[in-house]
């Protein structure tokens, strides 16, 4: 009986410490995996890709606006049930960096910031509907692309063009398939 209880100890003990051992190394790794994410995103667009290839990249960051605008046209259909309505939620969420971003509300005249779900909360409740026009200016930094573009701000009461400027994200995540690991690159929208 003793030595099956000092067998149980050891073996207890030795659970233990693998335990340890294993997560003090999910530590270090998801420390080494931050680190190079920092360092690919200082570098930069231009240091990591041809400029044909961040050419592709910002038609991409475009059509995110875009999309965003198709979502937000799809709220105001006759047929658009909470449920319907949830689903745009999401996808519109998906689209952007963040649901606590602070967003300018162009829906009315003064220019306050709400977060991105207020805002969204607030335009469902309105008769006004936002048109996508046209792109009047791009550019690109190191870290995200910056887009000047023109919407139409469609109300019963009345019609007008609205100029908005807009940030998309452009970041590196390092995803981790087994033992390989694969850097891929994302776009957000950001703040307008």
């Given amino acids: ?25 999910e530590e270090v790794s998801a420390k080494t ?17 041809s400029p044909a290839a961040i050419l592709a990249y910002q038609d991409q960051a475009a059509q995110k ?8 046209a799809l709220y105001k259909q006759a047929e658009a049930t909470q449920e319907f309505q ?11 960096l963040s ?6 509300n162009i829906l009315e005249a003064t220019s306050t910031k709400n977060t991105l779900n207020t805002w969204l909360t607030n335009y ?40 908005i400027t807009q940030k998309v994200y452009f970041f590196p995540m390092i995803k981790t398939f087994g033992s390989t690991s694969k850097n891929v690159w ?4 950001g703040e307008f």
């Fill in 86 to 96: 949830g689903a745009i939620d999401e996808s519109i969420q998906d689209l952007f």
């Fill in 124 to 163: 469902k409740q309105q008769k006004t509907v936002l048109v996508f026009d046209k792109f009047i200016k791009k550019e690109v930094t190191s870290t995200y692309f910056l887009f000047m573009y023109a919407i139409s701000l469609q109300s019963p009461t009345e019609n007008k063009e609205l100029f």
């Fill in 65 to 72: 606006i875009v999309d965003f605008y198709s979502y937000l």
């Fill in 33 to 49: 995996l931050e680190k190079s994410e920092k360092k690919l995103a200082l570098q930069g667009m231009q240091a990591q890709f």
């Fill in 99 to 104: 649901d606590d971003l602070q967003v300018t």
């Fill in 186 to 189: 994302n776009l957000k929208l």
């Fill in 1 to 25: 009986m003793k030595s099956k209880t000092i067998y149980l100890l050891v073996l207890v003990s030795l659970f233990g410490y693998t335990q340890n051992t294993s997560s003090v190394k």
